[in-house]
Each structure stands twice: as structure tokens, then as C-alpha cells.
């Protein structure tokens, strides 16, 4: 990739900097969603256990993706007080204002988005879970 030795403009941090507070405060008001209404089951029938069981999984598989949203919007709140918001990590490049209303926390240009979805996979997969049955 070739570097451009232009000076790299900033977008005007105002409208940026709001939008990132405001989703940094959304992203916080819902870790932790729907652990408050499964711990207070307290004890639960038998039959019930495997319907609690996908919930709890279902609840923390989302606030992981809360969780890594917040950090996203953390670090672009660090960009936007250094600096060094609105340009591509991977080409160095302004990323289109556009891009930058509608995903405030991004890292990367469409273009190199693409390129880096492409070469890497978001999550590392998950473990595959074997249940052995018990002999009764």
C-alpha cells in the first residue's frame, strides 16, 4: 500500500466526539442486560434448566458483543483526543465522513474493511462442546 505524504486532515471532533459519548453510554447501560432477571430464578425446576441454560448463553454471547462494541468506541475516542480520528489505520487515508456518521468507531476505510474481513475472521471460533451422556 502505497502512504500518502499529504497532511492528513481530522474531521471536526464536535459532532464525532458526541456521537461516541453517546454511544459509549448506550454500550454501558446494557452490559450486564438480562443477568439480573436469570440470577433471580434462584432455584428452577429440572425441565427448566436447559431453557436458563440458552438464555445465559444468549446473554453473555451479547454482552461480549457489547462489550467489544464499547471497546471500539473507547479507542476511537482515544484517536479523536490524539489526533488521529478519522484516518485509516490501514492505508493512512481520510475515512469518508459518511462512514464516520454511520459508524463513528471505525477503524478502516470501506476498502480496507473489506480487505481485513476478508483476511481475518471477527471471533475466533468457538469451542465445540461434547456432552458425554451418564449412564444411569
Known sequence: MRK?????QAPPAGLYHELLIEKRQAFLSRLGAGFDTIASFGRVAEEDQAKIT???FVSLRLNRM????????EQALDRLSSGDYGVCLGCDEPIPSKRLRAVPWAQYCVECQEKTSNDFSREPAEPELRFTPVAS
Do not use: A, G, K, P
Open 66 to 73: 457489547e462489550y467489544n462494541q464499547l471497546r471500539l468506541v
Open 54 to 56: 440458552h438464555d445465559e
Open 4 to 8: 500518502s505524504t499529504t497532511v492528513r
